[in-house]
Nanobody, 124 residues
Framework: QVQLVESGGGLVQAGGSLRLSCAAN????????MGWFRQAPGKERECVAV????????YYADSVKGRFTISRENAKNTVYLQMNSLKLEDTAVYYC?????????????????WGQGTQVTVSS
């Protein structure tokens, strides 16, 4: 069982930056692929970034490529999402999730554990 707790959301002006954190319990954090997802009102949950286990290889949705950076510190059981040049359309609840095979996927159905989410609101 893995418990995930996100933090770092808030209100920011367009063009600004936020850094989200996701803290996990458990000794095997490094074996999981981690993903950041977001869900805006009336929209489906979408994956924005994935980091696979151990090697730290990353993947990004086209909508955030070049603006968002996912990283992890296995020693701290934490994954981060640095969000720069934020746009109004980035407004959503952001979730982190853990995927047990370690390979990472964009499909949220492949993820085994989820955090409670943190709200990110970008204003004009």
């Amino acid at each position: 069982q893995v418990q995930l707790v996100e933090s770092g959301g808030g209100l920011v002006q367009a063009g600004g930056s936020l850094r989200l954190s996701c803290a996990a319990n458990g000794r095997t954090f490094g074996s999981y692929a981690m993903g950041w997802f977001r869900q805006a009102p009336g929209k489906e949950r979408e994956c924005v970034a994935v980091i696979i286990n151990w090697s730290g290889i990353t993947y990004y949705a086209d909508s955030v490529k070049g603006r968002f950076t996912i990283s992890r510190e296995n020693a701290k059981n934490t994954v981060y999402l640095q969000m720069n040049s934020l746009k109004l359309e980035d407004t959503a609840v952001y979730y982190c999730a853990a995927e047990s095979t370690g390979r990472g996927f964009f499909d949220p159905m492949r993820y085994d554990y989820w955090g409670q989410g943190t709200q990110v609101t970008v204003s004009s």
